[in-house]
């Protein structure tokens, strides 16, 4: 039955993985060597340097500057969009009328483009034009009146980070729901007739149940906490906010790169950022280890 | 396709001590999803209702509903503003690279799912790194072998470069697709005289349609969002800036506001994006979720 076959292997293959071998596997090998190179852009002047676009980055405050933010991301991302998206989720199955209203309605801001969801927000913040602050005087708090929340650098990464939240708890709580559509009802049922209360359902068979799919999407967020690239660069004009407040990893990164040229030591920074989430990655999945629960 | 959201309202009913501990605790639910949903859904409305009033509406009564439509702003989104043709731009990015990547991607998991060979669990492994990697790593030297095949800030650059980044998922999600189809339709083909290249096309790929379908949700979604690379790769000076995307034109639209000031009409622009995603969604909703979920849930 095999005649032919190794042609429509070959013809089958070639294409795809030429054009992943030229625009992803070379870019990404490429960016293994170029991180220990003082490189302007000009091929001609490409020069090693072993480490020492890592000690820079060590002394770098610019750069632990945006790393911490991208720290504090990973702090508050995964337990807040976890915890409610668990809890939205979970009164679902509650016997909910007009259920579905409501889960399209959390997922909307997931299908729309990060750029619109920062633009949108822009207009929300805004000091003047913005509805937060309209709504704000409704309460008469006073030193809130025309309160910058993206000019100010005590208030910009939290409300960028409230964005963050704002758009993802709705695609998380679809992802659990679905899980839980596959746990058997006779172990509800079973519980119940025990005397268990929703609480203890909830966390003695639910969390236990949804388990993998919980560790999936910490995965998804603690990188997501590593990104943030688009909606940290449209809330803030590119700035990384003021007195870079908002910098992230990537946005850095990107006008290193892109505005001072320093092609080399951008990409020593994207190596470091591969290394943390390859490491945060690893963690979570060893620090949520558990036994498999078959069912 | 079944939906996949619906909960089982009969399975987990609340364990009530009363019939009034049961209506509070029902109350109480109905008041927090009640809230979110307000919460996602105003800023929206709030936006959309901005987008027809006058400027001196948008300063001065933000609560206010518009006195008179401004469907002006609409036009000069439109045209001034330049939204269409962003528009435009990205379509003619998003439809070529969608069909190829959908296509490309069939045709290597169906070699990588049906046959044995050698290479075949390199090629596979190394189609799964393209999954891990950030994105961020590949920008700088991706850009410079972009220069160097003059495909900067050309539709077919930003295509290919599409094409490439989709294919480890799509790949990976259609192989486990076509691992499911059983071998016997190949063996039942062949006898009947079909070569290899009709058993893919005529037997297998129609079969795949349920995959094909989810992916093409799935990679439909992050193309027409993605800024990264557009970003990267179309860089256009700011006053020719005709190779734009939906994404990058928005951005732009934005920033600048800081010179000139037209807020009806970026309301207007995001309108214009905003409106017809939603009911897109509207319309396909569980295929989206299941499309948008798929990673999740097979990863």
């Given at each position: 039955m095999n005649r032919g076959k190794n042609g429509l292997i070959v013809s089958f293959l070639a294409l795809p993985v030429a054009l992943y071998t030229l625009f992803v596997l070379v870019p990404y090998g490429a960016a293994m060597v170029l991180g220990f190179t003082r490189w302007s852009g000009l091929s001609a002047n490409i020069r090693f340097n072993g480490i020492n676009n890592f000690i820079k980055l060590y002394n770098d405050d610019y750069f632990w500057n945006a790393l911490s933010h991208n720290g504090i991301a990973l702090v508050v991302l995964p337990p807040v969009v976890l915890g409610t998206a668990l809890f939205f989720a979970f009164l679902f199955t509650q016997g909910i009328r007009f259920s579905r209203f409501f889960q399209i309605t959390f997922f909307f801001p997931q299908v729309l483009s990060v750029v619109v969801v920062a633009v949108l927000w822009g207009f929300i913040y805004h000091p003047t034009v913005g509805v937060l602050n309209a709504v704000i005087d409704i309460f008469g708090i006073q030193q809130l009146t025309n309160f910058p929340w993206l000019g100010n650098p005590k208030t910009v990464f939290g409300s960028v980070l409230a964005v963050v939240i704002w758009q993802s708890i709705g695609f998380y709580m679809v992802l659990f729901i679905a899980g839980m559509q596959s746990i058997p009802s006779d172990y509800y049922e079973a519980a119940r007739i025990d005397g268990a209360t929703s609480w203890t359902l909830f966390w003695r068979v639910t969390v236990p149940l949804l388990w993998d799919t919980i560790r999936t999407a910490l995965i998804f967020l603690a990188i997501a906490a590593m990104d943030l690239f688009a909606i940290v660069l449209v809330m803030t004009n590119g700035t990384g906010g003021p007195s870079r407040a908002a910098d992230v990893v990537p946005t850095y990164l990107f006008s290193t790169a892109f505005s001072d040229g320093q092609f080399g030591y951008a990409t020593a920074m994207g190596l470091v950022l591969l290394l943390l989430v390859l490491v945060l990655s690893v963690v979570s999945l060893r620090f949520t280890a558990r036994e498999a629960i078959e069912y | 396709m079944a939906s996949v959201t619906t909960p089982r309202e009969v399975t987990q009913p609340v364990a009530?001590?009363?019939?009034?501990?049961?209506?509070?605790?029902?109350?109480?639910?109905?008041?927090?999803?009640?809230?979110?949903?307000?919460?996602?859904?105003?800023?929206m409305l709030w936006s959309v209702m901005t987008a027809f009033k006058t400027d001196q509406e948008i300063f001065f009564s933000p609560w206010a509903l518009p006195a008179v439509p401004q469907w002006d702003n609409f036009v000069r989104a439109w045209t001034t503003a330049r939204i269409g043709e962003f528009l435009v731009n990205t379509l003619l990015i998003i439809i070529p690279s969608l069909f190829f990547t959908l296509l490309l991607s069939a045709m290597a998991s169906y070699v990588l799912a049906r046959f044995e060979f050698r290479g075949r669990s390199i090629i596979t492994y190394t189609f799964l790194v393209g999954?891990?990697?950030?994105?961020?790593?590949?920008?700088?030297?991706?850009?410079?072998?972009?220069?160097?095949?003059?495909?900067?800030?050309?539709?077919?650059?930003?295509?290919?470069?599409?094409?490439?980044?989709?294919?480890?998922?799509?790949?990976?999600?259609?192989?486990?697709?076509?691992?499911?189809?059983?071998?016997?339709?190949?063996?039942?083909?062949?006898?009947?005289?079909?070569?290899?290249?009709?058993?893919?096309?005529?037997?297998?790929?129609?079969?795949?349609?349920?995959?094909?379908?989810?992916?093409?949700?799935?990679?439909?979604?992050?193309?027409?969002?993605?800024?990264?690379?557009?970003?990267?790769?179309?860089?256009?000076?700011?006053?020719?800036?005709?190779?734009?995307?939906?994404?990058?034109?928005?951005?732009?639209?934005?920033?600048?506001?800081?010179?000139?000031?037209?807020?009806?009409?970026?309301?207007?622009?995001?309108?214009?994006?905003?409106?017809?995603?939603?009911?897109?969604?509207?319309?396909?909703?569980?295929?989206?979720?299941?499309?948008?979920?798929?990673?999740?849930?097979?990863?």
């Amino acid at each position: 039955m095999n005649r032919g076959k190794n042609g429509l292997i070959v013809s089958f293959l070639a294409l795809p993985v030429a054009l992943y071998t030229l625009f992803v596997l070379v870019p990404y090998g490429a960016a293994m060597v170029l991180g220990f190179t003082r490189w302007s852009g000009l091929s001609a002047n490409i020069r090693f340097n072993g480490i020492n676009n890592f000690i820079k980055l060590y002394n770098d405050d610019y750069f632990w500057n945006a790393l911490s933010h991208n720290g504090i991301a990973l702090v508050v991302l995964p337990p807040v969009v976890l915890g409610t998206a668990l809890f939205f989720a979970f009164l679902f199955t509650q016997g909910i009328r007009f259920s579905r209203f409501f889960q399209i309605t959390f997922f909307f801001p997931q299908v729309l483009s990060v750029v619109v969801v920062a633009v949108l927000w822009g207009f929300i913040y805004h000091p003047t034009v913005g509805v937060l602050n309209a709504v704000i005087d409704i309460f008469g708090i006073q030193q809130l009146t025309n309160f910058p929340w993206l000019g100010n650098p005590k208030t910009v990464f939290g409300s960028v980070l409230a964005v963050v939240i704002w758009q993802s708890i709705g695609f998380y709580m679809v992802l659990f729901i679905a899980g839980m559509q596959s746990i058997p009802s006779d172990y509800y049922e079973a519980a119940r007739i025990d005397g268990a209360t929703s609480w203890t359902l909830f966390w003695r068979v639910t969390v236990p149940l949804l388990w993998d799919t919980i560790r999936t999407a910490l995965i998804f967020l603690a990188i997501a906490a590593m990104d943030l690239f688009a909606i940290v660069l449209v809330m803030t004009n590119g700035t990384g906010g003021p007195s870079r407040a908002a910098d992230v990893v990537p946005t850095y990164l990107f006008s290193t790169a892109f505005s001072d040229g320093q092609f080399g030591y951008a990409t020593a920074m994207g190596l470091v950022l591969l290394l943390l989430v390859l490491v945060l990655s690893v963690v979570s999945l060893r620090f949520t280890a558990r036994e498999a629960i078959e069912y | 396709m079944a939906s996949v959201t619906t909960p089982r309202e009969v399975t987990q009913p609340v364990a009530r001590p009363s019939r009034l501990g049961a209506i509070v605790s029902k109350i109480i639910i109905y008041l927090i999803l009640g809230s979110w949903a307000i919460i996602v859904i105003f800023p929206m409305l709030w936006s959309v209702m901005t987008a027809f009033k006058t400027d001196q509406e948008i300063f001065f009564s933000p609560w206010a509903l518009p006195a008179v439509p401004q469907w002006d702003n609409f036009v000069r989104a439109w045209t001034t503003a330049r939204i269409g043709e962003f528009l435009v731009n990205t379509l003619l990015i998003i439809i070529p690279s969608l069909f190829f990547t959908l296509l490309l991607s069939a045709m290597a998991s169906y070699v990588l799912a049906r046959f044995e060979f050698r290479g075949r669990s390199i090629i596979t492994y190394t189609f799964l790194v393209g999954m891990i990697f950030p994105l961020f790593l590949a920008l700088v030297p991706l850009y410079f072998v972009m220069q160097k095949l003059h495909l900067l800030d050309t539709f077919p650059g930003l295509i290919l470069v599409y094409i490439a980044f989709s294919l480890p998922f799509t790949i990976f999600f259609l192989t486990n697709f076509f691992r499911t189809l059983p071998k016997e339709l190949g063996e039942a083909a062949t006898i009947d005289g079909a070569n290899q290249y009709d058993i893919f096309f005529r037997v297998y790929l129609p079969l795949t349609k349920p995959g094909l379908v989810t992916m093409g949700i799935f990679n439909f979604l992050g193309q027409w969002n993605q800024y990264i690379l557009p970003n990267t790769l179309m860089i256009t000076n700011e006053s020719g800036n005709t190779h734009y995307v939906l994404s990058q034109g928005l951005y732009y639209l934005q920033a600048k506001q800081f010179y000139q000031s037209d807020w009806s009409g970026l309301f207007a622009a995001v309108a214009i994006v905003m409106v017809p995603t939603l009911l897109i969604y509207l319309i396909f909703s569980n295929q989206i979720e299941q499309g948008m979920t798929a990673g999740a849930i097979k990863g």
